[in-house]
């Protein structure tokens, strides 16, 4: 049975809807033998470890905890789901102090039980400001935390390939930055759709403007709109990408989306946030972001209610002030 690596990956919050998912990816992807499962909440934590072992694969020894040391030491690579769901009529912000909170916790568990893990995938909303909380408390270079974000690109690619009736495939390069919420910046310039440019098609026949900014309204509202179908928050999806995410970081394929990232470059300082990224077993490589005045503009608009939040967080008191960061975690 071949794997890609054979070191210990983690699953936190694997009692949940996208934990669950995440570890059966993760094993039908074929990661890694060794597979650990942590949750608080024990008789569903061992429901889905029962299940998983039932299915009947073959080389993967799975271990389940709501034991934190048991869990934490040792791991190579961590995926963190473990948060509270968003429900009905609740935006990713309005999760922030509770998931704040699990988020300073499990930083602080990564610093104390797993200090040289390779690299932490966070995707429990808002996931730019518990990923910004969980790179500070962990100690862990910028290059090892990753958000996940790509699910906006995929839902403008999604919405795109639905409208023009064509293969997702011929959607090329659809892309969102900054934040992970209702202030996200949609770019048009970056994406051919069956070859050619989308900037060119917004305002012809074949795609008006009002319909493209209706388009970029559905993909913001993506999240919001699979709850009111299925009456619970989005779960194969951010499963999927995020255990792309992981495999890419343990040398699999290359993820070329973009992920959630610590930016403080000049122009965006001490958040994170979605940008034009690479990872692969070096972590995560930044790319410059490239895009019309337009849309740089609602990127700088997205990247100060980024700073909003993360300064909601300092007076919560979750987060010291900016200046003290490097006393927590000397990479910043």
Not at 41 to 69: H, M, W
Not at 87 to 108: H, P, Q, S, V, W
Request: aromatic share 6%; charged share 20%; hydrophobic share 40%.
């Amino acid at each position: 049975m071949e794997f890609l690596t054979n070191d210990k990956l983690l699953i936190v919050g694997a009692a949940g809807m996208i934990g669950s998912n995440m570890a059966q990816t993760a094993i039908m992807m074929k990661l890694t033998p060794n597979i650990c499962l942590y949750d608080p909440y024990a008789p569903a934590l061992e429901g889905v470890a029962e299940e998983l072992r039932q299915c009947g694969f073959e080389g993967v020894n799975i271990t389940a905890t709501s034991d934190v040391k048991e869990a934490f030491t040792g791991a190579d690579y961590i995926v963190s789901s473990g948060g509270a769901a968003r429900k009905a009529g609740m935006t990713r912000e309005d999760l922030l102090k509770g998931n704040a909170l699990i988020a300073e916790e499990f930083g602080k568990n990564v610093k104390e039980y797993c200090p040289n893990v390779k690299h932490v995938v966070v995707i429990f909303n808002p996931a730019d400001i518990t990923g910004l909380i969980t790179l500070i408390y962990s100690g862990l270079k910028p290059s090892q935390v990753s958000t996940l974000a790509a699910l906006d690109s995929t839902r403008l690619r999604n919405e795109l390939a639905k409208y023009f009736h064509i293969s997702p495939d011929e959607v090329v390069n659809s892309r969102t930055y900054g934040g992970h919420g209702e202030q996200m910046a949609v770019f048009a310039s970056t994406t051919k759709v069956a070859g050619q440019p989308l900037s060119e098609i917004i305002g012809t026949k074949a795609l008006p403007e009002q319909e493209w900014e209706e388009m970029k309204q559905r993909v913001i509202q993506g999240g919001k709109h699979i709850i009111d179908l299925r009456g619970r928050s989005s779960f194969q999806s951010p499963a999927y990408l995020s255990i792309e995410m992981i495999a890419a970081a343990m040398g699999g394929k290359p993820f070329t989306w973009p992920v959630g990232t610590y930016v403080n470059n000049g122009q965006f300082n001490h958040v994170m946030m979605a940008m034009e990224t690479t990872v692969d077993k070096n972590g995560v490589t930044v790319h410059p972001v490239k895009g019309t005045p337009e849309e740089v503009k609602e990127l700088e608009q997205s990247y100060h209610h980024l700073c909003t939040l993360r300064d909601e967080v300092i007076e919560m008191g979750v987060l010291p002030a900016i200046s003290d960061w490097n006393k927590l975690n000397p990479n910043l």
